[in-house]
């Protein structure tokens, strides 16, 4: 059985596939419709595994006139394709090592799925997929896979109810955001966000410097913070619900408690930093010019421009009179549907953020936020 994934066989592997790929990759809610017939190129190949089913872990990108889009894949090998795995189906092996073979999406392969996490759990793939370390505490396998309904630019694998693996099916160049973040609130022991055992990477030629994923604790029992909040609500208005018609009351503060606790620790963990007076000067021009080409999109913003960008000249003001304002780093896009009500407390999560080309001059991985001097 050929496995190696050297440069010279990365086409072999996956430029037979790539006719298939690119309509299934179509119909997938990660991928970007606007790169739908785009022509697909071979960035990346491995295989995992020495006997069927094998794991093919592949990066292709799409060329479209926003430039290139870059996509992971996960995709099953096997000779011949079981009934309860023919509706994961893509196609049929062409040409090259594998030729006849049946490829499929990997996600429906709970076999496939068992393989990924042992072979990250034990040290990697030659030239494939491998876990770099952000925990003292080893990763546990056995566990039974379950790939979870919502899916984004991300794919959510849960085993058991311990660990949560995420895929970034747009995978970046480190560093990523969101592993940044996580690791340095797993050194500062923070209870308020998941454990990080590590970030997935590869050695496969092509794809050295990529953030694949990460693996973290998973929260079986966590309820997310708007349903959570909507259903609180709905049951104070109704009168339906247990103890005095406070709504969301407590829940709030105690999810306020949970906000002040992570922000700290990032101020812990990365420190903060003070401005000069030409830098908020700048970003609050920054900020105006943003407001306004946002309203100009979303006319219905308009009525708000005014108040918002005295906000904005109000916090030049203020550096300008000498008082000091310093930044640290924040989660970035926090909202309700980033925080998750366990039965321990509220967690906050998803510190993804968006790409850093679409940050802030303040808005480093994760944003920034600032405060005000005494």
């Known amino acids: 059985m050929r496995t190696e994934t050297s440069t010279e066989t990365r086409a072999e592997i996956l430029q037979p596939l ?6 299934w990759m179509a119909g997938r809610r990660w991928f970007d419709a606007r790169y739908a017939g ?30 290139p889009l870059r996509c992971q894949l996960l995709l099953g090998l096997r000779p011949e394709l079981p009934d309860r795995l023919a509706p994961a189906a893509i196609a049929t092996v062409p040409a090259g090592p594998w030729q006849g073979w049946r490829v499929y999406d990997a996600l ?10 042992r072979t990250l ?15 003292r505490y080893p990763l546990p ?29 747009r995978p970046e160049p480190a560093p990523h955001t969101e592993v940044e973040a996580l690791r340095a609130l797993t050194r500062q022991e923070c209870a308020r966000t998941p454990h990080l055992y590590g970030a997935v990477h590869s050695d496969a030629p092509g794809a050295e410097g990529l953030v694949l994923g990460l693996v973290e604790e998973f929260l079986p029992d966590a309820r997310d913070g708007w349903e959570e909040a909507l259903r609180q609500a709905t049951d104070s208005v109704a009168g339906t619900g247990r103890g005095p018609a406070r709504g969301f009351t407590g829940d709030a503060f105690s999810l306020g408690r949970a906000v002040a606790d992570v922000h700290g620790a990032l101020g812990e963990a990365f420190g903060r930093t ?39 000249d109000d916090c030049a003001r203020v550096a300008g009179r000498g008082c000091p304002l310093y930044v640290q780093r924040t989660h970035g896009d926090l909202h309700l549907g980033q925080a998750l009500r366990a039965h321990d407390g ?14 802030s001059r303040f808005g480093e991985p994760n944003g920034r936020h600032i405060e005000r001097g005494k």
Do not use: C
């Not at 790539?18 to 309509?23: D, H, N, R, T, V």
């Open 18 to 23: 790539l006719p298939a790929l690119g309509p």
């Open 38 to 67: 785009a022509p697909l190129t071979a960035e990346a190949a491995s295989v995992v595994g020495d006997e069927p089913p094998l794991l093919l872990h592949a990066v292709v990108s799409a060329d479209g006139e926003a430039g």
């Open 108 to 117: 429906a392969d709970g076999t496939l799925l068992a393989l990924l996490l």
């Open 121 to 135: 759990a034990g040290g990697g793939a030659p030239q494939g997929p491998r876990l770099e370390r952000s925990s």
């Open 141 to 169: 396998v056995g566990l039974v896979p379950r790939p979870l309904q919502v899916e984004q630019s991300n794919t959510s694998v849960a085993y058991g109810d311990r660990v949560l693996l995420k895929i970034f099916r």
């Open 274 to 312: 003070r401005l000069t007076v030409e830098d908020v000067a700048e970003e609050a021009a920054r900020m105006t010019m943003r407001l306004k080409e946002a309203a100009e999109e979303v006319p219905a913003l308009a009525r708000y421009t005014a108040r918002l960008g005295a906000l904005f």
């Open 346 to 359: 509220w967690r906050i999560v998803d510190f993804e953020n968006q790409h850093p080309a679409q940050q």
